[in-house]
């Protein structure tokens, strides 16, 4: 059936009971995942929220890769290459490339310390590191509001799947919904009683579905499209001016102009990847430090599939030009974000568009279930633990971030159910400037205790209001087209904040990614701010950590001893 038809609002049922099938394989895989690999007991963080600490090379890889390459990822850059090309879309390759030779230097110092003093997110270490509760506080809860909405965008993506199959109707709003709503409510539950092992199964099947679906769908568009005809149809369409005597529609590749957006982007973003909580969440669940290192130097394969992926933006472009396919959806409304999921519908059989779609629905399960652990770790170490209940036990923190993690994904799920859409992407914007801001107090503790405390609490403030002020004073139309009489017409309704996540680097016409002025900032407050500090003498805060805890393979023998005479002393009293 093609994406035109699909318009219409039949529900194809080939491509649905595809995508079921591969749906009970991953529940019945997130159920059974309590006993792959299980301690002793789950009754811990360690076990429910890292996975035991034990994940080896490739569960790494695999968990990494579900993790950081989502169902929103799968069709957002794609949908970005679609509309304005290279500058808003392919950054995404350069910047996931640049990430990990980053993380390749600084990461394993980060495991090794949070192994050895039994750290489990990366505001346990800021507050061990600084002795500072405020700053810790203020790394956790950017932290969590950075990771909501990147929960809710995985949602987008399952949107946009059941939108093509034929269920996203303007119909009643519960029967539209319901196919997401029971998605998430088994996502819950498999998670609630497998912790971080459930995601780190399920992502075997999510990445092999898309490596798969990745490769067939670039030996269709070498044989039935031809890349010169593809680049062609896209320089076509973004040189093209978005309206009468207006600018052009988007660029096939950066310009003299876009450099600099294009650059601190890419940059920006690759500083920002390995900020995230659940990013750091899978750091945390490998085995040793050589098993960080040997992913730094594997996970670029994922950059490569994301390159193919975000061709498919072009030849969506060409099969639009064609007259093949469009990108409207049930409700007649232009999405962009239904390039992807549009073309496979039509290029290929129901079947095989079913494992496609399969792929998204499965990569945005992965990524929801590891960010909702995360942001329960956050909440329960950080938090709960460190301002309401100093001497919780293991079992406690554990079923405290089982519950918070329910809560997370279910507000995820209401927020993109109750708004629109496009208020996740403005958060989700705001998240990557956001969590930037946490990268001076972390990176730099890894390696120095020269900032002091208190600056790098004003540091991160004055980052976020800059970053969120700038980032709201970004107009654009609010633009919305619809099928009128089988003909596309576009209405504006005023303008809409934030627009972009670039803006003018202040005094200068050269246009930037937020974030990076943010964090420039956020560098010079703390700079000056710790001379000053230390010049008065302002108390620093005690340092656990010793030098050794930055190179260690194992936890402290205190940490083990303390661990095992808490664990057995509470399950016999459990």
Partial sequence: ??????????????????????????????????RWRRSASMNSLDEWGLGGRGFGTWITWFLLGGDLYTAYTFVAVPAAMFATGAVSGFFAVPYTIVAYPIIFIFLPRLWSVAHRHGYVTPADFVRGRYGSRGLALAIAITGIIATMPYIALQLVGIQAVLDTMGLGGSGNAFVRDLPLIIAFAVLAAYTY?????????????????????IVVAVIYVAAKIGFGDMFHAADAKLSAPSKPGGPP????????????????LAFGSALALFMYPHSMTGVLASKSRMTIRRNAALLPAYSLMLALLALLGFAAIYEVKQGHMNVFGQDGKANAQLAVPHFFQYAFPSWFAGVAFAAIAIGALVPAAIMSI??????????????????????????????????????????VLGMDKQNAINLQLLGGVWILQTILAIVAGLYTRWFHRWALLLGWAAGMVYGTITAYRQKVPNATTKLVDGK?????????????????????????YIAITALLLNIVVAVVLTV???????PAGTDETEADDYYSDSASPELVEAEERTMSGHERTA
């Fill in 1 to 34: 059936m093609s994406a035109a038809l699909a318009a219409g609002g039949d529900v194809n049922g080939v491509e649905l009971g595809v995508v079921l099938f591969f749906f009970v394989i991953v529940t019945a895989g997130g159920f059974l995942a309590v």
């Fill in 193 to 213: 009683s497998s912790g971080l092992r459930a995601p780190a199964l399920i992502a075997f099947v999510k990445d092999t579905l898309i490596y798969v679906v």
């Fill in 249 to 264: 529609t988007g660029a096939l590749i950066t310009g003299d102009k876009t450099t600099w957006a294009y650059g601190t």
């Fill in 374 to 415: 995360a942001a329960a770790n956050l909440f329960t170490r950080n938090i709960y633990r460190e301002f309401f209940r100093p001497d919780a036990a293991p079992r406690e923190e554990a079923q405290v971030s089982k519950i918070v993690s329910l809560l997370v994904k279910f507000g995820a799920l209401l927020f």
């Fill in 488 to 512: 596309p017409v576009t209405t504006v309704d005023g303008m809409r904040h934030f627009g972009s996540s670039l803006a003018k680097f202040p005094g200068t016409d050269t246009t930037v």
């Fill in 532 to 538: 000053v500090l230390r010049l008065v003498k302002a």
